[in-house]
Nanobody, 123 residues
Framework: QVQLVESGGGLVQAGGSLRLSCVASGTIFSINFMAWYRQAPGKQRELVAA???????DYSDSVKGRFTISRDNDKNTLYLQMNSLKPEDTAVYYCKCNARTRDLVYFPPNDYWGQGTQVTVSS
């Protein structure tokens, strides 16, 4: 199994910055893509940013130019640098990875989710 633990959320004023981290642990054989999602109250969970193992990135239009996703493959860690935060960025942010575990190397990879970290941006 793979466990994901996010950290770095909190309360920040509009225009401020936060850096989220997500550490993956467990019987990991390999991690393919990793991504950040967010879910605001009363809304569906949405993709914020994603990154492949090679470092190719993609962003939702709402965060492009303000957020930067990165990863450290040696540490199985995912990051999200969030700058110029807006009140509409307020949400629970979730980490997701697509990974193979050592006991299922020859099977398709599975998706794993973290428990989420709250980000609140005040106006």
């Amino acid at each position: 199994q793979v466990q994901l633990v996010e950290s770095g959320g909190g309360l920040v004023q509009a225009g401020g910055s936060l850096r989220l981290s997500c550490v993956a642990s467990g019987t990991i054989f390999s991690i393919n893509f990793m991504a950040w999602y967010r879910q605001a109250p009363g809304k569906q969970r949405e993709l914020v940013a994603a990154i492949t193992r090679a470092g190719n990135t993609d962003y939702s239009d709402s965060v492009k130019g303000r957020f930067t996703i990165s990863r450290d493959n040696d540490k199985n860690t995912l990051y999200l640098q969030m700058n110029s935060l807006k009140p509409e960025d307020t949400a629970v942010y979730y980490c997701k990875c697509n990974a193979r575990t050592r006991d299922l190397v020859y099977f398709p990879p599975n998706d794993y989710w973290g428990q989420g970290t709250q980000v609140t941006v005040s106006s």
